[in-house]
């Protein structure tokens, strides 16, 4: 059973899809582990730390995936990356798969089986391999850290000889796991926080990390969450009344920081230009979903933006990134344990139960075709025999 560990193929991805602990447990399930050279470099994992591990390495991805079986990375791969794979062999990354049909298709038509990770259903069993909640617990983390190196001032109150500093006032948008670790996050640095959601089950988070919730708490506002826990996109009235709650609060902050995403679609906006504008030189916003557009007016991708009025506006991409040895360290144990459910340990050996709900939640495409429901898929496909 070979597995092969790519090398992210952008610059802007420094993590990697195997640790050295996972690779010596993929050894130890009946793996023979090909990892393209470099690949742990940007996580501060060399070629030799996998080699001691029972690693083998590969020229690049081509030579690493060539005949492998199963395919790890942390971003879907390119197709050129998996030309020599064994046919039916299975590939498991954070696939990205909205608005990215075409790129689904191209992998498809290599034979392999893409499970996307970030599909997966958030239940009991599951909560090890839960992809989205590892990596934005760190995006949480890393965004209260950008804000306060961002930030010229302290967080914590503090009384002097020379005067009295007062602590720093957070406002969290968006009380997920990325927001209420930014709560905990700015709690333990002093500041003074208060945080927002639209799910119900919110309020008490993020009152029990030590923040203030607020919100418009009317009956929308009471069925505002999916079964699966995420959060559902509000009417455009519920949403009016929440951008005027919020408008008077956010002037008052020194730091915000916007965490909103739903599944599937762009990023809601909720911090507008006249927000913006109403808060202090010197303020701080940082944005965690500016890669699906941005929850503030005015963010920019990639960059650091400075208003007329001095307000920063953060938008770093890819955060857990530039936590890039722990959200490795985090994300190959949600890989391993994904992995570990579709082997046979006594035939060291795959052994997909393609009816497991982890796999029809998961699974893009199979045997040339994509398969998911919500891209185009059939239901019914899912389920077909594995190419030979």
Do not use: C
């Amino acid at each position: 059973m070979r597995i092969a560990v790519l090398k992210e193929g952008s610059a802007q991805e420094p993590r990697v899809s195997a640790s050295v602990e996972t690779v010596k447990r993929l050894v130890g399930l009946g793996g023979e582990v090909l990892v393209a050279s470099g690949a742990g470099l940007g996580s501060g994992i060399s070629d030799a730390d996998y080699q001691g591990a029972g690693a083998s390495i590969a020229a690049d991805n081509a030579a690493a995936s060539s005949g492998a079986q199963i395919v790890l990375g942390v971003r879907r791969p390119a197709a050129a990356d998996l030309a020599g794979i064994a046919p039916g062999a299975l590939v498991i990354a954070i696939a990205d798969p909205h608005g990215n049909e075409a790129a689904l298709a191209e992998v498809a038509a290599t034979g392999a089986s893409l499970f996307a990770m970030e599909l997966m259903p958030r239940i009991t069993r599951a909560q090890v391999m839960d992809v989205l909640s590892s990596q934005a617990n760190l995006a949480g983390y890393r965004a209260v850290v950008d804000a306060a190196a961002e930030f010229g001032r302290a967080f914590p109150m503090m009384m002097t000889a020379a005067g009295t500093v007062p602590a720093a006032r957070v406002f969290v948008m968006g009380a997920g796991v990325a927001g209420l670790q930014a709560v905990a996050t700015a709690r333990r640095l002093g500041a003074v926080v208060s945080a927002t959601d639209v799910r119900p089950a919110a309020k008490e988070q993020v009152e029990s990390l030590g923040g203030k919730f607020i919100a418009v708490e009317d009956e929308e506002f009471k069925q505002a969450e999916t079964a699966g826990g995420y959060a559902k996109q509000m009417s455009a009235e519920y949403q009016a009344k929440q951008a005027a709650l919020v408008a008077s609060h956010i002037a008052k902050q020194d730091i915000v920081i916007t965490t909103a995403l739903i599944p599937g679609r762009p990023a809601p906006k909720l911090v507008s230009a006249e927000m913006v504008a109403s808060m202090k030189a010197g303020s701080v916003l940082v944005d965690l979903a500016v890669e699906r557009g941005g929850n503030v007016a005015g963010a920019v991708a990639g960059e650091v933006v400075t208003t007329a009025n001095g307000v920063k506006i953060v938008g770093f991409l890819n955060v857990p990134g530039r936590l890039a040895a722990t959200a490795s360290q985090l994300y190959a144990k949600n890989l391993y344990a994904f992995v570990e459910t579709l082997v046979d340990k006594n035939a060291k050996a795959l052994a997909v139960k393609w009816d497991d709900e982890l796999v029809k939640a998961t699974l893009l495409t199979k045997s040339g075709a994509i398969v998911h429901p919500g891209f185009g898929g059939k239901v019914e496909d899912a389920g077909a025999p594995a190419a030979a």
